[in-house]
């Protein structure tokens, strides 16, 4: 090969080089960005269910691994948010190790749906509580450095503990520099941690209520319940969508599917939030870009939880999201699913 011809080609081949490093070489990131509006309809099936007009639907996150060129657009996208590996499986064997994590606790989310939403129906299923699941553990607080998503508390100071009213009541009664021995199940083998009672932040709207700071030792928890036998049937396939944060939605299609009444009235809903079993709706991560998910998806209500007016609420963020994505879609707060059903109830069918 002549130097002429070496010449000619050395700029494309840097280049492919270039290229080929820059897709293919794997940095210690994480890129989440917004993912997909999700129908439920298809992946719920009550036995005998009554059709819906419209659409329920699940809102969902993107997580891969960053490249040079997703770091760098992560940094001119507010909707791509850059996690480091070692912060996110600080906890974690494994991203395997992780992920099957995530799948526990949507299992754990879709039982308490389905206890919920049967309820709301007038139907009674059979439940037993086998512990409390961590869903999640605030930064800086002290459970962050001992527990994991996916953990199962059984017993706190030695006392057996099965819901997690159970846990809240108990930690409320100890004052800050307390200390709790939390026993759980991690893989199905039992643990032990010491946790000191810490102070929990509160929001700016909390200070100025005057309201008085809490202890706590920093998780957010469902109660893990085993059902007994449910009638009518119902079978849902989330196949590899994991996390707690479709709650609210698993109920309201379940409970659509169980009545006559359609409650989406023709129109496109999705939301997020966890449910608990007394129908309260929790905190979730990521929903600036769950926003921008359903408004691709062309949504026509989004719900997402209030927090009591806390101060950068996902409810104050969904909207200021939306805002800037200059969406139609109406982002509707909600504390509780009634809260969601009392909205629907009031709108009228859709025309369009």
Known sequence: MSRETVRRFLPTGIVAVLL??????????????????VELAPIIQVENRHHEQGSLMLTTVRMGGANFFSFALANFNSYMDVIPKDFLLAHYKSEEHYSRRQLQVMESSQETAILVAY???????????????????????????????????IRVDQKEVNTSEELI????????GD???????????????????????????????????RAGIGISTLTKRSLGEI?????????KIGGPSAGLMFTLEIYNQ?????????????????????????????????????????????????????????????LAAAKDIGTSMKVVPVEHVKDALAYLDSLPPKTE
Do not use: C
Not at 128 to 134: D, H, L, P, S
């Open 20 to 37: 080929i490093v820059g897709f293919y070489y794997p940095l210690p990131y994480y890129i989440s960005q917004p993912g997909e509006a």
């Open 119 to 153: 309820r709301l129906a007038g139907i009674n299923i059979p439940v037993k509580n086998e512990g409390i699941i961590v869903t999640q553990t605030m930064e800086g607080m002290p459970a962050e450095q001992h527990l994991q998503i996916g953990d199962v508390i």
């Open 169 to 176: 009541t108990y930690i409320l009664g100890k004052k800050k």
């Open 179 to 213: 200390s709790v021995e939390i026993t759980y199940l991690r893989d199905e083998q039992e643990q032990t941690a010491m946790l000191a009672i810490s102070e929990l932040p509160l929001s700016d709207e909390e200070k100025e209520r005057g309201v008085e700071p």
């Open 231 to 239: 009638t009518p049937s119902v079978n849902i396939r989330t196949e």
């Open 258 to 318: 169980l009545t006559e009444h359609d409650i989406t009235k023709g129109y496109r809903i999705a939301g997020t939030g966890t449910i608990n079993a007394e129908g309260n709706i929790g905190r979730i991560g990521g929903i600036h870009q769950k926003v921008v998910a359903a408004d691709k998806a062309k949504v026509d209500i989004f719900f997402a939880p209030h927090e009591k007016w806390a101060t950068n609420s996902n409810y104050q963020v969904a």
